[in-house]
């Protein structure tokens, strides 16, 4: 099940009651056993509250939770199956949008080094020497003495927080540095990060290690820079899925029957996924083996193939085989709901 999450109302706790009843009510409508009813009733009720705007997944069988992921935002609807396979399409889709990556707010003591990714946030705190930062006004040898010395120390803490931005890049496999804090120091940090790290870092002029100051608008602006970079990354599988099928043995096919032959000879790099609406397929006990009609699997040995709904047969098929699954919006019209960049013609 994929449902709403969020956390940022007075009445979040009552809301989430109530989508957890909503929730009990339609896998009892659909004749869920009572030990997987408990267990997702138990995750809902347990589990970690995010903070703001979020979505959840919850896979679960007999009895147990399976998988249980916060998504970076809510479903467009609240989404409750049980049938024999997962649907795995909303985590595809939001998955996508938390890329890996790390936010520094710096100042020319130190700085708070975040790392986001898979699970919950991993904040460093790099504290240099605070005596002296700041330049004094004023003429004569000593001011200058102080001045430079103050250059120096500054500069000298930065070093230590490039180090630690550096490992942090390393240690979570970041895609993308945010950079904020104040002007100069930032500035001056981004020139001391390695080149390969100076090369995915992108400065933002907000973000303040101050006592009391508010995060909102630099999350605000992490969160354009990440749905653009997610926006960016559909443009580029969209427009290599055009000049493929554009080509005489292009890596791209598209439609059911295409696209379950090549999962089925583990052939698909990138399954595209658009609007396959109540479409089914069938399916073998094995996860890749899927075909539009029954005797394609028989042909393979599969003696009873089960019919299954194609949005949750076919993206179960990718990942089994260790294909990437893209959701893609207005940005490509794939027939039958399905398309895919293949590994080889």
Do not use: C
């Not at 979020?54 to 147990?64: F, N, P, Q």
């Not at 930065?158 to 895609?175: D, F, G, I, P």
């Not at 508010?214 to 992490?222: G, N, T």
């Not at 479409?279 to 393979?300: D, I, M, R, S, Y």
């Amino acid at each position: 099940m994929h449902f709403d999450a969020s956390y940022d109302t007075e009445d979040a706790a009552k809301q989430l009651a109530l989508r957890s009843k909503e929730i009990e009510a339609a896998l009892s409508d659909q004749r869920a056993d009572r030990e997987t009813v408990t267990a997702v009733l138990r995750a809902i009720r347990d589990g970690e509250r995010p903070v703001g705007k979020a979505g959840r997944s919850i896979i679960a069988a007999h009895g147990s939770v399976l998988l249980d992921r916060h998504l970076a935002a809510p479903p467009p609807s609240q989404v409750v199956r049980y049938s024999a396979l997962p649907y795995l399409l909303p985590l595809a889709t939001h998955v996508e949008e938390t890329p890996r990556y790390v936010v520094v707010v710096t100042d020319r003591v130190g700085a708070e080094v975040t790392e986001h990714g898979p699970g919950a946030p991993r904040t460093e705190t790099v504290e240099g020497t605070d005596h002296p930062v700041h330049k004094v006004r004023g003429g004569g040898s000593a001011h200058h003495d102080i001045q430079n010395r103050a250059e120096e120390t500054a500069r000298q803490n930065l070093e230590e927080v490039a180090r630690h931005v550096a490992k942090a890049v390393e240690r979570s496999r970041a895609e993308f540095v945010v950079l904020a804090g104040e002007v100069q120091a930032r500035s001056e940090l981004h020139g001391l990060l390695p080149e390969a790290v100076r090369r995915i870092t992108t400065e933002v002029d907000t973000g303040s290690r101050a006592p009391g100051s508010s995060r909102d608008e630099l999350d605000r602006r992490v969160h354009e820079l990440v749905t653009g970079r997610h926006l960016a990354d559909l443009d580029d599988v969209a427009e290599t899925f055009r000049a493929e099928s554009g080509r005489e043995s292009g890596l791209a096919v598209s439609g059911l029957e295409a696209v379950t032959t090549a999962l089925a000879e583990a052939n698909v790099a990138t399954l595209l996924v658009g609007s396959p609406g109540d479409t089914a397929v069938f399916a073998g006990p094995e996860p890749a083996q899927v075909a539009v009609g029954k005797a394609g699997l028989q042909a393979l040995g599969v003696a009873e193939p089960e019919q299954r709904r194609a949005d949750e047969a076919i993206p179960f098929a990718a990942v089994a085989t260790g294909a990437e699954v893209v959701v893609l919006d207005e940005r490509l019209d794939l027939w039958e709901g399905f398309g895919a960049l293949l590994r080889h013609t």
